[in-house]
């Protein structure tokens, strides 16, 4: 029988419009304990939201606070603050230790020119506005999570933060001063007039850091001292090394930080924590810098207990995979000695721990008697709250018996967890609980600050499936792999559901149990998507993810298609109508599937996908990922050889355009540095040439995630109308 799809381009619309809404947790602060004068127990905590608002095509940040009065160990009673503010041209914000001040540092437009200033906000008064760019001491602000920080000194009297490294003037060979300069006496003039100007150099190719880092080439360690409204760089860190993630050691004695190797080049870091990077510490007086960890591994996201005697930070291998089960390590700030808490997991555990493999621990991540690290990441197709017992390596789920499939933590304070919560039916919602004390077996007592209600229409269920013998891995035997369904939760008597299947990017990477805008409108119009986390998704023990280089173009082929037809033996779905969706390694998995099954999908839509290895490899910011997941290991002194080139070739999408019959969208993005753009262009060429029904839809301004609001709105609307279009009728 027919499906019943919303087909009405209007219709579609309003869905959209109305469940994108809906918006998410970016941060969470919670503020000091305050005693009122009928002697009960209060903390205000601070949080910001982003919501996408389609009239003005961008995400809108806005924060709303909220009270909680509680005894230290349970929530007592809780309620908003207030209404909703938008938040306004914020790099970065950061309370003091103390939550008596608060530091801001704002990017702002003086006479069409770009500036930053850093505020010290008390109580309500902005006791000091900073124009840092006047200052002259460095580069633009660096603001992203991989670098960027602002961090108070624990003597709440400096702060610190990391910035680009300051440039030359440069000028061209022929360049001649005007005579307006040399009589001049503004002081910005007089100042420009004593740089040191470096000739002929305007042109110098300045390598960044890739994909969503473009510009960020050099940072530098900046330190302000408020009283004095002097910022200084901070001397010692090594030629090689690029700084961030940096905070201030016990003491304020000095500044610990990540230092990532940018020799002989930069590989693109976002995404690619397996970069080869150490632990540093340098010294304020003395200028020396120590390196605190071992050179041959990647660390990244330290973070240093409450009582100033440890640093937890992750760890894993340089190159491979750029996501793998991470260990969990601890420096000991005053013996010195480093240990391993939770280290790698091959296989889950019988307790189904999986592993670590969240790329970044929460700001706040310690409880308070510094024995405890809280950290939320995926275990299979859901995302856990897990605490970490540091004395026993022992790793306990806080949410095994939650009917919530997705937990993130925003932030712990005096063991008082912020955290944000959704499933693919209902959309983000923020809770409070005290941690348990270190012995109790009670559970976390779950407090809703803000709540949502359930899409009661949408269904979801989780699938797990074990490959067929002939497809079992030889080297990693016996995995298993899962897959997400959402869908209408009682559709039409004799409907049968047209299937969309979307395989995650990567490839090692994972899809857990959330909201997803997407799925929900999609589910809404009446479709089911099955998202697949084919074997090499993270989340299932470095088994999997192993078991996948070298089989790129294959394993996860056949996985995909596997689970397509093992839900179509239900008569809840059509055969006749079932579409493919994949962005960067799903769109290589989605041109991989109608190449080698021509006649199975009505229609394909490939968001910056990756089409071929050989034209990639020298264009992209992660060479080494061709490399890898062809099947062979990675060094940057070596170029490929011939049979490295002939392998890649054969793993690649555009080794079978002569099979593919399937109407392609192809949306990419102009700066996409990851899979650049050409890659889609060398398809779609390839597919016109084979008079292959295919539209090719160029995002300005968008790089590799498409995730501007416009192009996102876009891009939705184009690819429902396109399954839409070519669906059985």
């Known amino acids: 029988m027919k499906s019943q799809v919303v087909t009405d381009t209007k219709e579609i619309t309003e869905l959209y419009r109305n469940l994108s809404l809906f918006p998410s947790l970016k941060r969470a602060d919670v503020g000091p304990v305050i005693t009122s004068q009928y002697g009960g127990k209060y903390s205000n905590i601070y949080t910001e939201w982003s919501q996408r608002d389609l009239e003005r095509s961008e995400n809108v940040s806005f924060c709303r606070q909220y009270i909680v009065f509680h005894d230290d160990k349970s929530v007592v009673f809780s309620g908003t603050s207030g209404n909703c503010t938008e938040v306004k041209g914020e790099l970065l914000s950061k309370d003091s230790p103390s939550g008596a001040m608060k530091a801001v540092i704002r990017d702002t437009d003086v006479k069409g020119e770009k500036k930053y200033f850093l505020e010290i906000w008390s109580k309500n008064i902005k006791v000091k506005s900073i124009n840092l760019t006047a200052l002259n001491k460095h580069g633009r602000v660096y603001e992203d999570a991989q670098f960027g920080c602002l961090v108070w000194s624990h003597s709440e009297t400096h702060l610190l933060y990391v910035a680009e490294k300051k440039r030359p003037k440069t000028e061209s060979f022929f360049q001649t ?26 042109f110098l190719f300045q390598e960044d850091w890739g994909e969503a880092l473009v510009n960020k080439s050099t940072p530098v360690l900046c330190v302000l001292d408020i009283e004095g409204d002097n910022v200084s760089v901070l001397e010692g860190v090594p030629e090689h090394i690029s700084p961030g993630q940096a905070f201030w050691a016990p003491g304020d004695t000095g500044v610990v930080f990540v230092g990532w190797s940018h020799e002989p080049f930069r590989l693109g870091l976002t995404y690619c924590p397996n970069r080869r990077s150490s632990l540093f510490y340098v010294d304020l007086t003395g200028g020396k810098c120590e390196q605190l960890s071992s050179g041959t591994a990647a660390v990244f996201s330290p973070r240093l207990s409450p009582d100033h005697c440890r640093i937890a930070y992750l760890e894993c291998s340089v190159y491979g995979p750029h996501m793998q089960c991470f260990k969990l390590c601890l420096y000991d700030w005053y013996t010195k000695k480093t240990s391993v808490v939770v280290d790698v997991v091959k296989r889950p555990q019988e ?87 270190i012995d109790s077996e009670e559970p976390v007592e779950w407090v809703t600050l803000e709540d949502s209600q359930p899409l009661p229409d949408i269904d979801w269920k989780i699938l797990t499936f074990t490959p067929p013998a002939d497809q079992d891995n030889a080297q990693y035997p016996g995995l298993d792999f899962e897959a997400l369904l959402i869908k209408p939760k009682e559709p039409k008597e004799g409907e049968k559901l047209p299937l969309i ?83 960067s390694h799903g769109g290589f998995l989605a041109c991989h599937l109608i190449g080698l099954y ?107 995630s498409l995730s501007k609001v416009d192009a996102e709105a876009d891009g939705f609307m184009n690819i429902a109308l396109w399954i839409i279009q070519h669906m059985s009728q």
Request: hydrophobic share 35%; net charge negative; with cysteine.
């Open 501 to 583: 299947v979307v395989p995650h990017g990567g490839p090692h990477s994972v899809i857990v149990a959330e909201w997803s805008l997407s799925c929900a409108v999609l589910s809404k119009m009446g479709f089911a998507s099955l998202l697949v986390n084919y074997r090499g998704s993270i989340g299932y023990g470095q088994d999997s993810i192993l078991s996948l280089p070298g089989n790129v173009g294959t394993q996860d082929v056949k996985d995909v298609q596997f689970a397509v037809e093992s839900v179509l033996t239900s008569d809840e779905f059509d055969p006749q109508n079932v579409s493919v969706v994949g962005g």
């Open 177 to 202: 001063k005007s005579p307006e300069l040399t009589s001049a006496t503004d002081e910005d003039t007089m100042r420009a007039s004593k740089e040191e100007v470096v000739k002929g150099e305007q």
């Open 351 to 437: 307790d189904g721990f999986t592993g670590i493999y969240c790329s970044q621990l929460s700001p706040q991540c310690w409880s308070n008697d510094s024995q405890r690290i809280i950290l939320s990441c995926a275990q299979r197709s859901r995302k856990a709250l897990l605490m970490v017992d540091i004395s026993t390596g022992n790793v306990t789920s806080l949410t095994s018996n939650s009917d919530i499939c997705d937990c993130s933590l925003l932030t712990i304070e005096r063991d008082l967890m912020v955290v944000s919560c959704s499933s693919p039916n209902l959309p983000p919602c923020l809770r409070v609980g005290f941690l348990p004390a």
């Open 598 to 704: 021509p006649t199975f999908y009505k229609s394909c839509t490939a968001r910056n996908p990756v089409t071929n290895l050989v034209s990639m490899v020298g264009s992209t910011d992660i060479p080494d990922w061709c490399v890898v997941e062809a099947g062979f290991d990675y060094a940057s002194d070596c170029l490929p050889d011939a049979a490295v080139y002939k392998q890649m070739l054969d793993v690649s999408p555009i080794k079978h355009i002569q099979n593919v019959r399937t109407p392609v969208l192809l949306t990419l993005g102009e700066d996409d540095k990851r899979v650049p753009n050409k890659q889609g262009i060398e398809y779609y060429r390839a597919l016109k040439a084979k008079q292959v029904p295919a539209r090719l839809l160029w995002y300005p301004e968008n790089n590799h």
